[in-house]
């Protein structure tokens, strides 16, 4: 039995040195190709988006090809491995399912586009910028610059929040002051500060401060302006910065929570 699996070897062996130079030849030709396609695309000035989701396509499309053609080289039945694969073709489907969803997925993302490559979102939980949309998953890096992978069926059938998507955002703050204070002249300095930073914008609405609410320990006011989506959380930082500034120098007070007891004498 020794000597007929050495024969058997034998007489394979070239059909295995083939197989494997067309491994390693379609290796490189996978190589070659998607470096000459990402080329291409660049030229063309191809959304990134749709520039990382087809280059994933055809990154599995080659690799498919190249082995079947090797388990040709070695002879393999294809008509036995595909009479097989039809009779296995529902636990195949079955076990497939996720992924298929995956790849519908993905394609509903390319042509609906809630988001590109770049934009800052929030897909259920999970938030960060677009890093990849591939044939299966959505890549996201949090601010912390974590990867994070959201299988595209997921992706497809969840609310999906783009902050970036518009030119301009609405900043929207609230401040408390206590009831002693003037909300009048709060609301005049918050006023003051929103017309003194040149990042506000006029359009599609002018600045406003209002009083929006008496609450348990102070007077709520809010502010609503509207800013660049580049300098949305810097302008965000630097107006709550200013407008306690302010209020410390007018001698409005920011009040703590506070709770009125009221003791009742026994008759």
């Avoid at 298929?100 to 934009?119: E, H, V």
């Avoid at 005049?188 to 599609?204: C, F, H, S, T, V």
């Amino acid at each position: 039995m020794l000597e007929k699996f050495i024969l058997q070897l034998q007489d394979m062996l070239p059909n295995i040195v083939a197989a494997v130079i067309l491994l390693i030849g379609g290796y490189i030709a996978q190589h070659i190709t998607l470096r000459l396609m990402g080329k291409a695309l660049n030229l063309k000035h191809v959304d990134a988006t749709i520039h990382k989701f087809l280059m994933s396509i055809v990154r599995v499309i080659i690799t498919v090809i190249v082995v079947v053609s090797a388990l040709s080289v070695l002879k393999v039945p294809m008509s036995s491995m595909i009479a097989a694969i039809s009779a296995a073709g529902l636990t195949i489907s079955l076990a497939l399912k996720d992924s298929l969803s995956n790849i519908a997925g993905g394609f509903i993302i390319l042509f609906a586009k809630p988001f590109r490559c770049g934009d800052y979102v929030k897909i259920g939980d999970k938030e960060g910028t677009v890093d990849m949309i591939s044939i299966l998953y959505t890549k996201l890096n949090t601010i912390e610059n974590k990867a994070v992978f959201i299988p595209n069926s997921t992706v497809a059938r969840s609310a999906v929040t783009n902050f970036t998507s518009e030119d301009s955002r609405c900043l929207e703050l609230r401040f408390s002051i206590s009831y002693n204070d003037d909300h009048n002249a709060a609301i005049a300095n918050i006023l003051e500060i929103l017309k003194a930073d040149e990042r506000i914008l006029n359009k599609p609405k002018a600045p406003l401060a209002v009083m929006d609410e008496q609450g348990s320990s102070g007077i709520i006011l809010m502010m609503r302006a509207w800013v660049k989506t580049e300098d949305y959380w810097q302008t965000r930082w630097d107006t709550i910065k200013a407008v306690k500034e302010k209020f410390d120098e007018c001698g409005i007070t920011i009040p703590y929570d506070q709770l009125d007891i009221h003791l009742k004498d026994k008759v």
